[in-house]
């Protein structure tokens, strides 16, 4: 088992106005298994902590520590991150001109784990997860996310995700732009990765429909960049059924 910790995390970041502290203060432990649901109203910080995570540039840790099984993720690159285990579902996946699927899923793999996939095995497993997330194989010879629709682009997502095989994977928004029928194909690939390989998963939302196919353990409400309350997946009905302006209040 391994375990996510991140221990009373402040970031901010520099705008016009000067800096502003978005995290103020937030805590939070997850083991692998376990499925971790933050929602919250828009302006929350919920993104921050997605990106903080993974090691984007523009914000700024001015206290606090990311944890990975005992390990200082914040004394790591981008690409050690990735490398010990993390992978961020991204809200808005960018388009890489130039650079095929094929060619970017076999180069990232390889990049992981140290060495090259069999090629045997990984073409069997490519074509399997592309017909389980119902991505067209054609997919595997286009450029990566260009052209592609919003919904197109998430199943890319949770396909590098079920891939990579990470420890834990944080979804920025999965479900945002996504049909029924996609939300369905995507929450599948979710609880599939997180049945067969034991990942740690936080997902960020702002709706509990995602929640009816992918099951939290835990619920975090996330408000001014704080948890202003957390609980079990019954949580998730009760901010369904009252929203969020109780907390709103009380910031």
Same mark, same amino acid.
């Given at each position: 088992?391994?375990?996510?910790?991140?221990?009373?995390?402040?970031?901010?970041?520099?705008t016009?106005?000067?800096?502003?502290?978005?995290?103020?203060?937030?805590?939070?432990?997850?083991?692998?298994?376990?499925?971790?649901?933050?929602?919250?109203?828009?302006?929350?910080g919920?993104?921050?902590?997605?990106?903080?995570?993974?090691?984007?540039?523009?914000?700024?840790?001015?206290?606090?520590?990311?944890?990975?099984?005992?390990?200082?993720?914040? /004394? #790591? +690159?981008?690409?050690?991150?990735?490398?010990?285990?993390?992978? =961020?579902?991204?809200?808005? %996946?960018?388009? *890489?001109?130039?650079?095929?699927m094929?060619?970017?899923?076999?180069?990232?793999?390889?990049?992981?784990?140290?060495?090259?996939?069999?090629?045997?095995?990984?073409?069997?497993?490519?074509?399997?997860a592309?017909?389980?997330?119902?991505?067209?194989?054609?997919?595997?010879?286009?450029?990566?996310?260009?052209?592609?629709?919003?919904?197109?682009?998430?199943?890319?997502?949770?396909?590098?995700?079920?891939?990579?095989?990470?420890?834990?994977?944080?979804?920025?928004?999965?479900?945002?732009?996504?049909?029924?029928?996609?939300?369905?194909?995507?929450?599948?690939?979710v609880?599939?990765?997180?049945?067969?390989? /034991? #990942? +740690?998963?936080?997902?960020?939302?702002?709706?509990?429909?995602? =929640?009816?196919?992918?099951? %939290?353990?835990? *619920?975090?409400?996330?408000?001014?960049?704080?948890?202003?309350?957390?609980?079990?997946?019954?949580?998730?009905?009760?901010?369904?059924?009252?929203?969020?302006?109780?907390?709103?209040?009380?910031?």
């Open positions: 088992m391994s375990t996510l910790e991140i221990k009373d995390l402040h970031v901010s970041i520099d016009e106005q000067g800096t502003k502290e978005i995290l103020k203060g937030v805590t939070l432990t997850i083991k692998t298994g376990e499925t971790h649901a933050i929602m919250g109203p828009n302006g929350s919920k993104s921050t902590l997605a990106s903080t995570i993974a090691g984007h540039p523009r914000y700024n840790v001015t206290s606090g520590s990311i944890l990975l099984d005992g390990e200082d993720v914040l /004394e #790591m +690159g981008v690409d050690e991150r990735a490398r010990a285990g993390l992978f =961020l579902a991204m809200q808005y %996946p960018v388009e *890489v001109p130039g650079v095929t094929t060619n970017f899923l076999r180069t990232a793999k390889t990049a992981i784990d140290g060495e090259a996939p069999s090629l045997r095995h990984w073409t069997k497993d490519v074509k399997a592309m017909e389980n997330l119902k991505i067209d194989a054609d997919f595997a010879n286009r450029n990566v996310n260009e052209g592609f629709s919003g919904g197109e682009k998430k199943r890319v997502e949770i396909l590098q995700m079920e891939l990579f095989k990470p420890k834990f994977a944080v979804l920025d928004e999965t479900d945002s732009g996504l049909d029924v029928d996609a939300l369905k194909v995507v929450s599948d690939g609880n599939r990765a997180a049945e067969q390989n /034991e #990942m +740690g998963t936080l997902l960020i939302t702002h709706y509990t429909r995602i =929640l009816r196919y992918i099951k %939290p353990d835990f *619920v975090h409400v996330f408000v001014d960049g704080r948890i202003a309350e957390q609980g079990g997946p019954e949580l998730a009905d009760q901010l369904e059924d009252e929203g969020y302006d109780r907390f709103l209040v009380k910031a």
